[in-house]
């Protein structure tokens, strides 16, 4: 009982009970996008990816255990063995790419992880050959985020097929590990940015092995891939900020406004330009067919323009071409049709095998080279290609010891130096001076660095 004083003065309205309110935990780590606003934002695989390292859990695994009974079953559901052929599509324009972002916001109440993938061009991009099959990675990125201590991750816009090369390092992106010669997946059960899924080896690189393949590019294929690579680039880092939507009638108004610009009307007059066939320019034209990522690259290349002038709106008075002719897909149409040459490229195949070329070419190279995709050589030969791949591999596993012994050694001279200046030669201070620091992740280094290490310390200084 309250004294009879405090109990007449006591007004129930003055202290209203509330509950006190606690942000909303997530289920799985709230893990900061990457590269968002930038050419590079990260994929969505990429991402759960770094979600399942940060749980200790294979992909595979927290897939099984958290997003199963948030993603529909019609697609495979969250099962990765079910949709191991098909993990491309995680960060494509469809249902399974919608749904894994629905299920991932949930659980890790991140928004915007949409721009992770490429459902907000879904009105305005055919899915068809959109994205590549296979994992495809810049070996300069991994290493240069590597070595200076950033995350590692992996950006939406090595997943686009029609991006061939980095922007930054204007290398090639590579698609076949250097260690087992296995391509991977875009998602595997044991998925990790700057790692092989297959055998779990380093993917990065700052040596100029894998560029040697580069060098089969012409000067036309150069130009056009930078082009690409910029292009679509900077159409994902706007991504999140253009307040648009985008509807499949603009292509098809944009285009009619170049015709019309330009040729006079004349839509047979603007295929030719294009060097592309008419009937097919004449249905984006009348809005009867989507035109492909690569087909819309190559109108905007030939009138450098932005990509998402085609998509949202062109000026006009800035129409012209720029580039009349151009080789590069005249090459690149015919092709697509080639018939397979089966004699040239056995006998190619058996001479890279008995060469004394050096390095000696991956598969990748060789496929290039020849210019007929991997997957289809392997078809018609796969004992050669293995043969091929081996050869390659031994190269590269030679002269990564050879790497190794070369560091070793400096790591021993640096040590010397530090102590005769009486410094600890902690690991931090030998990485500072090493040419290549990036090496000390592996353990035959660490190894020597101690054993050097404890000789050195156990003399005195002169
Ligand atoms: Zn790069
Ligand atoms: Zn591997």
């Avoid at 007929?372 to 002269?399: G, P, W």
């Amino acid at each position: 009982m309250f004294p009879l004083s405090l109990k007449n003065n006591f007004n129930s309205q003055d202290y209203t009970l509330e509950r006190t309110s606690f942000p909303h935990r997530s289920c799985l780590n709230h893990l900061e996008i990457q590269g968002i606003q930038t050419f590079y934002i990260e994929s969505l695989t990429g991402y759960l990816s770094r979600l399942s390292q940060s749980h200790n859990l294979p992909v595979g695994i927290l897939m099984e255990r958290e997003l199963a009974s948030l993603v529909g079953k019609q697609h495979g559901g969250a099962n990765l063995h079910k949709i191991s052929k098909f993990t491309d599509a995680l960060n494509g324009t469809g249902v399974m790419a919608s749904e894994l972002t629905d299920a991932l916001q949930q659980l890790t109440l991140k928004s915007n992880l949409k721009f992770l993938t490429l459902v907000p061009l879904a009105e305005v991009l055919p899915h068809n050959g959109l994205l590549r099959p296979d994992r495809a990675w810049c070996p300069a990125c991994y290493e240069a985020w590597q070595e200076q201590g950033q995350i590692i991750f992996d950006p939406l816009l090595w997943t686009l097929d029609c991006v061939k090369m980095c922007p930054y390092h204007q290398c090639q992106l590579v698609l076949e590990c250097p260690h087992c010669c296995q391509a991977n997946a875009p998602l595997a059960w044991r998925s990790r940015p700057g790692y092989c899924s297959r055998c779990d080896g380093w993917l990065g690189s700052s040596t100029t092995l894998e560029r040697e393949s580069d060098q089969a590019w012409s000067k036309d294929n150069w130009d056009w891939f930078t082009w690409t690579a910029n292009a679509v680039g900077e159409l994902l880092a706007e991504l999140p900020q253009l307040v648009v939507s985008f509807s499949r009638d603009n292509i098809s108004r944009n285009l009619r406004v170049i015709v019309d610009h330009l040729c006079e009307g004349n839509i047979a007059d603007f295929a030719r330009h294009l060097q592309m066939p008419k009937n097919t320019v004449w249905l984006w034209c009348k809005g009867r067919n989507l035109p492909k990522l690569n087909a819309l690259l190559r109108i905007c290349y030939c009138l450098q323009l932005p990509l998402k002038s085609l998509l949202v709106g062109l000026d006009e008075g800035k129409l012209s071409w720029s580039i009349q002719r151009d080789n590069q897909f005249q090459k690149s149409s015919r092709n697509e049709s080639k018939p397979f040459e089966s004699d040239r490229v056995r006998s190619y195949l058996e001479s890279i095998v008995s060469s004394e070329e050096l390095p000696p070419p991956s598969m990748e190279e060789v496929a290039r080279r020849l210019e007929y995709d991997r997957r289809t050589i392997y078809r018609h030969f796969r004992d050669l290609c293995q043969a091929v791949s081996l050869k390659y591999k031994r190269y590269r596993q030679e002269s990564h010891l050879d790497i190794v012994e070369q560091v070793c050694l400096e790591i021993e001279e640096i040590v010397n130096q530090l102590h005769t200046d009486g410094e600890y030669p902690s690991e931090m201070r030998v990485s500072e001076y090493l040419s290549k620091p990036g090496y000390l992740r592996y353990r035959k280094v660490r190894n020597r660095l101690e054993a050097i290490r404890n000789e050195v310390l156990s003399q005195p200084i002169d």
